[in-house]
């Protein structure tokens, strides 16, 4: 029973090291030593399916009327709590990539409340330690394939909501089902890095996948 509880442990281990893995196994994750790891189900240059495992992420909710001025006070909690404001008082690495979910808005000028998430490195999926500030907390994104739109530059109020409308735009033309309530903001680099940079939009897939046909 031992031995068949140990085995269980070390599968749930490697399981939680392959979901996070090396950055050198991604061509975006160019700044941290591991990055969040995917299937790609189908692309084409409109936007791409992607398959994601389940894993955890250390996350931060701020109210605002823009995106940029929810990550920079969102960011700043996260970050010191990966750099010892943590009960254990342990650093922990930055991993890619960083994202924010964001709320379809319903009213034009209303505010939203954006989450964002630092993804935690494999060593710490399992017993992260634990926040002191109470605004921090953990959440586990589900299992899930998520329609995927890339685009170069800086993640910003302005930039996201194009980019956003415009992969809506192609799902909805092949008549795609997504979740519609909310989507997430996805960047991979630095505010240090200033050519070649890589964001993303993610709506999250409901039902069948439809994949992209060839432009």
Known sequence: MVYLAGLVGLVLILTAEARVGNSSESRFCTESKECLLYDLVCKND????????????????????FMDKATYTA???LFNYITGS????VN?????????????KKKMWGSSVFTLSFLLPSTHQM???QPTDDKVYFTEMPDM???VRSYGGWMMSLTSSVNSMLLKRQLDKVQA????????????????KILNRHNEVWYMVEGEPVCPTSS
């Open 75 to 77: 960011f700043r909690r």
């Open 127 to 129: 017993t992260p330690p």
């Open 46 to 65: 409109d936007y791409e399916v992607r398959h994601y495992n389940s894993v955890k992420w250390v996350s931060t909710d701020e109210e605002a009327y």
């Open 177 to 192: 089902t997504y979740n519609k309530d909310y989507h997430y903001g996805v960047g991979y680099d630095s505010p240090k």
């Open 92 to 104: 922990i690495d930055m991993t890619a990539p960083v994202t924010v979910k964001i709320e379809e």
């Open 145 to 147: 394939k998520v329609y």
């Open 86 to 89: 943590n009960k254990a008082g």
